[in-house]
């Protein structure tokens, strides 16, 4: 069965430091593996998502992140978090198969602070 | 291209009574999923359709849920004599599908709170 886990349930950092987000996942299958946002009250918002390919994957919003097959993860940066960054993150992973639903981990609260 | 909406967005009930949320996926999108958040935790899945038919069910949706996707296009999700543990986020994505399956993304639509009293 497929799990995500995201290390932190809350990250802090300062307006213009670096962001990093944890997600370890595990598959039995070459996974797709997700990123999405949420801002309070709201669905999920998209941010990037990995499938094959290039292994740095660039989103929305100056995020990017680098799958590690070797590590088995999908850490999630930003090289300077902007008080518009703070949100709830959520990491998800789908098996390459034809099973399409998504298995999300608990989730990063990210506060920017001035 | 609008978005996947969902109504109401906020649902108060009492312990027993039964409510209904609807679903309107991104036009021209076949997959329509269903998904529950808990206060605190990630969305988990709970149902997924492929056009009008329903493919896969969690065993997180008991008796008392049940989805419908007529015709292909909205969908609605059903809870019966809701249950103070039903209190949580419903929220519903649609796709579409890509060659390979690889590009089949998921957008999510706003949610509906559900408060069972």
């Known amino acids: 069965a497929q799990s995500v886990t995201q290390l932190g349930s809350h990250v802090s950092v300062s307006e213009g430091a670096l962001v990093l987000l944890r997600c370890n996942y595990s598959?039995?299958?070459?996974?797709?593996l997700f990123w999405y946002v949420q801002y309070p009250n709201q669905g999920l918002q998209l941010l990037l998502k990995?499938?094959?390919?290039?292994?740095l994957v660039k989103g929305i919003n100056g995020f990017e992140a680098e799958f590690k097959k070797s590590e088995t993860s999908f850490h999630l940066t930003k090289p300077s978090a902007h008080m518009s960054d703070a949100a709830e993150y959520f990491c998800?992973?789908?098996?390459?198969?034809?099973?399409?639903?998504?298995?999300f981990g608990k989730g990063t609260l990210l506060t920017v602070n001035p | 291209d609008t978005g996947v909406s969902q109504n109401p967005r906020h649902k108060i009930t009492k312990r027993g009574q039964n409510v209904t949320f609807r679903c309107d996926p991104i036009?021209?999108?076949?997959?329509l999923y269903w998904y529950r958040q808990t206060l605190g935790q990630g969305p988990e899945f709970l149902t997924y359709?492929?056009?009008?038919?329903?493919?896969?069910k969690s065993r997180l949706l008991s008796d008392r849920f049940s989805a419908e996707r007529p015709k292909g296009s909205f969908s609605t999700l059903e809870i019966q004599r809701t249950e103070q543990g039903d209190s949580a986020m419903y929220l519903c994505?649609?796709?579409?599908?890509?060659?390979?399956?690889?590009?089949?993304?998921?957008?999510f639509g706003p949610g509906t709170r559900l408060t069972v009293l």
């Open positions: 994505a649609s796709s579409r599908r890509t060659s390979g399956g690889a590009g089949d993304t998921q957008y």
């Open positions: 598959s039995s299958v070459p996974p797709y």
């Open positions: 990995y499938t094959t390919g290039a292994t």
């Open positions: 998800a992973v789908r098996d390459g198969g034809s099973n399409y639903k998504l298995t």
């Open positions: 036009s021209e999108h076949n997959r």
């Open positions: 359709f492929q056009n009008e038919a329903q493919l896969e």
